[in-house]
């Protein structure tokens, strides 16, 4: 039936807040599976320059609504990695994401790999507002979001980059993050040669 304006605005924040519960809770328990090692790796031969070129076509339509060029740079031939393709799109998406969201209008995330030792490393750097130095070390906790005026404004659950880590972890890469305040941040993570 008719509901007055101000009880279908209170019903639209609950369900907006309820849909945020929902992405927590299902981020914490990827984490926990993750950990415990109950998510089932489907571990495959995967083409990266495949899969970088899957993502980035995800995430153009977020570059283009900020006027964010998106530039790829891949050094040579790239070997093939064993991954679980969805878990890796996942974390790829996420560092993207994020890229976008820390990056103001006009500005640029550049997507590099390269082979390192017998990894495939694989940088996401962004002209984004940076992060404060004394952030970087607390970066991947879970719930952790840093202070800017960005995390102000838009709703999180500081949950991505902690379950970005778990997921380079049980594929045994590495991950880390370099950044400057005003500069930007490049968000590097390495996956193992298949052999």
Known sequence: GHLPTPVKERLAKINLHSDEL???????????RIESGRVIMRMETQDLKDLIA????????????????????????LPSVVADRAQ???AFINLLGNA????????RITIRA??????????????????????????????YRVDNEVNQ??????????????????????IWVES????????????P???
Do not use: Y
């Open 114 to 143: 390269q082979v390192k030792d017998n990894n495939v490393q694989m940088d996401i750097s962004d002209t984004g507002i940076g992060i404060p130095p004394e952030s970087i070390s607390s970066l991947f906790e879970e719930f």
């Open 22 to 32: 929902v992405q927590m809770v299902d981020g914490l328990l990827d984490i926990a």
């Open 54 to 77: 899957k993502t980035s076509d995800l995430i153009m339509i977020q570059c283009k609504n900020k006027n964010i060029e998106l530039l790829t740079e891949i050094k040579g031939a």
């Open 193 to 195: 040669i298949s052999k």
């Open 180 to 191: 400057k305040l005003g500069k930007g941040s490049t968000f590097s993570f390495t996956l």
């Open 100 to 107: 976008v969201k820390f990056t103001p209008e006009k500005g």
């Open 153 to 174: 404004q838009v709703k999180g659950t500081g949950l991505g980059l902690s379950l970005v880590k778990h997921i380079v972890g049980a594929h045994k890469g590495k």
């Open 88 to 90: 890796i799109e996942r």
